[in-house]
């Protein structure tokens, strides 16, 4: 019982937080920044300041879609983010090209996380039914429990690594655009508060994970006791 109210409490928190970046993506996206330079042209701008040279910057459908992908050296930005000239643009163009920067510099968390993607991905597509078997099968065998939790702990450790990454990255892309005068102050206040809001959405899933796998280990210290 206490689980799924600490469940049910950290879904109703995941809403407020997710609903909250929406609003404040779409209030933002409404201030134009005084450089009037589109995401793709901030995000270029960021890479050349880097010393990036083979790093592309791409359009990709959907919408939050803005991701770096390290295998293919490409930062991808949402439409609206590409062509948009806001602070909500400018801020998810320098926080994509953050990671960027932290590939290039071999920041110790990122590569702590890419090493781990090859697992979480095996993880992600088997731990459930492990889980749910290894607790059919609990009267008879710890073992597929204990497999799940394993499997289900690597995906809770991805969570909280990826933490310092986009925190990270977002304190390298506020730095930047600070000093490469593409926000006035006002518009870095509204630049810093769009990337704290879109940084809590992953320490809600941290904490979520982890609240998952307490529980799972305390139906096998309960089958213990």
Known sequence: MEYWILIIVIMGISWLVSARLKSKFEKYSQVGTSTGLSGKEIAEKMLRDSGIRDVQVLSVPGQLTDHYNPL???????????????????????HECGHAVQHAKSYLWLQMRSTLVPAVSFSSKYMTWILIGGILLLQVSEVPLIIGITLFAITTLFAFITLPVEFNASSRALVWLEGARITTRDEQVLAKDALKWAAMTYVVAALASLATLLYYISILMRRRD
């Open 72 to 94: 293919k050296k490409t930062v991808n930005l949402s439409p609206e983010v590409y062509h948009g000239r806001s602070v909500a643009a400018a801020a998810v163009a320098a």
